[in-house]
């Protein structure tokens, strides 16, 4: 049974910053791509960043390049979320993903699992 569970969330201040963990159970985890997508209330779960399995490629919605940083570290079967410059809007329920698939990091329905989520609320 492959479980995700992400960490590091909480209450932050527009501006501040915050790190995400995600660790994997499974040790196959740098077969898959992982990504983290984001959902607001009232608002569809989008897309955030993914990283390649290799960690060598790696991807962002335009909202969070330049703010947000990717990371992953296969010895520890863990991905990595940076989040700087924090604002209102990133407020959401954080989800990591894996994905077997290669490419269209940013479609939801092409990752295999997620995790719970963990929530990111942003006060101004």
């Known amino acids: 049974q492959v479980q995700l569970v992400e960490s590091g969330g909480g209450l932050v201040q527009a501006g501040g910053s915050l790190r995400l963990s995600c660790a994997a159970s499974y040790r196959t985890f740098d077969n898959y791509a992982m990504g983290w997508f984001r959902q607001a209330p009232g608002k569809d779960r989008e897309f955030v960043a993914a990283i390649t399995w290799s960690g060598a490629n790696t991807y962002y919605a335009d909202s969070v390049k330049g703010r947000f940083t990717i990371s992953r570290d296969n010895f520890k079967n863990t991905m990595y979320l940076q989040m700087n410059s924090l604002k209102p809007e990133d407020t959401a329920v954080y989800y990591c993903?894996?994905?077997?698939?290669?490419?269209?990091?940013?479609?939801?329905?092409?990752?295999?699992?997620w995790g719970q989520g963990t929530q990111v609320t942003v006060s101004s």
């Open positions: 993903a894996a994905s077997s698939f290669s490419g269209n990091y940013y479609r939801a329905p092409l990752y295999d699992y």
